[in-house]
Nanobody, 115 residues
């Protein structure tokens, strides 16, 4: 069993930055896939960025060049550095990991960007 705890969300103005963190605890000794998703009101949940244990990353086109995903394997922690935030980045952001072929989700953290 894996528990995920996210932090770092909040209210910012357009153009500002935020850094999200997600700590995975429990029985996980090492996690290969870690990712951030987001869901805006009335919309589906979409992948924002992902990273594997060897550092391979993917990004949604809408965040390329503005967001950076990183991880600390020793701490089972994944980060999402979000720069140049836009109003359309407003959403609940969810941490997601895959461990032993099972998907785990965090509770979500709200990011609100005012224009």
């Amino acid at each position: 069993q894996v528990q995920l705890v996210e932090s770092g969300g909040g209210l910012v103005q357009a153009g500002e930055s935020l850094r999200l963190s997600c700590v995975a605890s429990g029985s996980a000794s090492s996690i290969d896939y870690m990712a951030w998703h987001r869901q805006a009101p009335g919309k589906q949940r979409d992948l924002v960025a992902s990273i594997t244990s060897n550092g391979r990353t993917t990004y949604a086109n809408s965040v390329k060049g503005r967001f950076t995903i990183s991880r600390d394997n020793a701490k089972n922690t994944v980060y999402l550095q979000m720069n140049s935030l836009k109003a359309e980045d407003t959403a609940v952001y969810y941490c997601n990991v895959v461990y032993l072929y099972r998907n785990y989700w965090g509770q979500g953290t709200q990011v609100t960007v005012s224009s």
